[in-house]
């Protein structure tokens, strides 16, 4: 009899521990969703505001476009900033997030060189800096759909 509940307790363990391992890819899961919503979240907050100061800067009035373009850089160097607090264990994800910080910090200098230029009345300094921010908005659009993919596979 005894014999027999040793057995039971042996396939007991080994239930619970093959019942851990299939939990494991569970728990991985649900960590990256956390980690996921918190980044997105931190971006969803900071787009819409850019949103809004973009607005600004897209005004024909000089003043008025530099600072709204003031402002666009202002908030992606704090969006870098506030991406940094996060806690990203999923490596993956962890590239993403340090790769669009990398995005945040060339957007906000193209913004602020485009700033620069107007203010000094360089058309051509100007153009060639709003190309830059051109281009960095394609690629951080690009990013955030490869950050979306990975996010919404299990």
């Known amino acids: 009899m005894k014999s027999k509940s040793l057995l039971q307790h042996r396939l007991g363990l080994l239930c619970a521990l093959g019942l851990g391992l299939l939990a494991a890819p569970g728990c991985r899961a649900i960590k990256k969703t956390r980690e996921c919503r918190a980044f997105v979240d931190k971006v ?24 709204g373009m003031k402002k666009v850089a202002a908030r992606y160097e704090r969006l870098a900033a506030d991406i940094g607090t996060l806690e990203v264990q999923t490596p993956e994800l962890k590239a993403k997030l340090e790769e669009y910080q990398g995005l945040c910090a060339k957007t906000a200098k193209a913004a602020r060189d485009v700033v620069e230029a107007v203010e000094k009345s360089d058309p051509e ?30």
Request: contains cysteine.
């Open 125 to 154: 300094k100007a153009a060639a800096a709003q190309e830059a921010f051109s281009v960095v908005s394609k690629q951080e659009v690009e990013l955030v759909k490869s950050v979306n993919a990975f996010c919404q596979t299990p």
């Open 44 to 67: 969803n907050v900071a787009v819409q505001e850019i949103i809004e100061e973009g607005k600004i800067a897209n005004n024909p009035d000089g003043k008025q476009m530099v600072e």
